[in-house]
Each structure stands twice: as C-alpha cells, then as structure tokens.
C-alpha cells in the first residue's frame, strides 16, 4: 500500500550505521559504495521523525538533486526568505516515526513561485521506498546547508559518530581563561 508522509522538518541527523548485507552463494553482491553506511533523521519537532538507511551513491544522488534544484530556484519575496517550519505537535505520548529501509528514488524542490502565485517559501525533499511509499518534508535554506554537508561527508565515508563528535580533542583556542 503507498502511503505519502508530509511535514516540516525543525531538525536533521545523520550517523553511520553497519550494515552487513548476505549474498546467497554464486551470486554477485552489490558494491561497496551502494550498501547503506548511514541513516538520516528529520525531525519534525517532538512528535514526528523520518528517517532513512542511505548509501554513499544515495548521498551523491540526494546532493545532486540539490544541485539541480538550485539552478530552478525562482526570485523569492524577501518574506519567503525568513520561511521558518513549524513542530508537529501531537497529543502527549504520541510520537510518529516512518523508515525508509530501501531507498529507491529521492527528488529535491527549491523554493519557487507556482504559477498561480502562490510562493513556497521553502526546499521540498522527497524520499521514495520501493513499495512506492513516499517521504515529503519541508526543509529551511539553512538546514538544507546542514543536509547537504552531511551528505558530502556520507558520499566521502567521513561522518563521524556523535560518539567521536563529543569526544573530540579540545583546542586551546576553545578553552576560555578566567579573568
């Protein structure tokens, strides 16, 4: 059954995961680069979150599709700019959580005017699962900027675990002296 999921997204993570994929004998696994080393999460304020297993040809495609959008990008009202999303908040105790677990397709909408003039104010990402199953979120200029980049480190092989994140050496330009 396809069902279609629509939201704004208010926050965006992404970790590698370990995926061990089994090829049946005599047959030829897929690449490397093709087998999920990360899963993303849109987070839609406290009640909602997307999230999908991606592969470093995924993150590629994903990166691409922003690159192509941006060239359609419109004139936007300086109003459209400051587009901010907004939580979905659902009753206490409900959380709704959606998983892509095999990516097949994923499109990217910059902010744009539709010809009726209506503005959308915001990116647009799409993630589609193989049952034809779709994932719409609603994504601000700025984090698209924090998508993107954790999809460059994904296609690289270079996101860091939250874990290394937080364990990272402190600069001494980091440390503030007391007076």
Known sequence: MRHTIAFQ????????????????EGEEGPEPNQIPSAIIAFLGGPSIQATAFISQVDAENIMGAFTQAESMRGQMPAEAASWEPEDT?????????????SLVGAAVTPPHIQDEGQIVPHWTVGLQDADGSS????????????IIRALADIANGTLADADELDAAPVLDDDVEEDA
Do not use: K
């Open 89 to 101: 908040i659902m009753p206490a105790a409900m959380l709704f959580g959606v998983n892509i677990e």
């Open 9 to 24: 997204a208010t926050g965006f993570e992404a970790g590698p995961v370990d995926v061990q994929i089994e090829v049946p």
């Open 135 to 146: 994932i719409q979120v609603a994504v601000s200029d700025a984090l698209s900027v924090t």
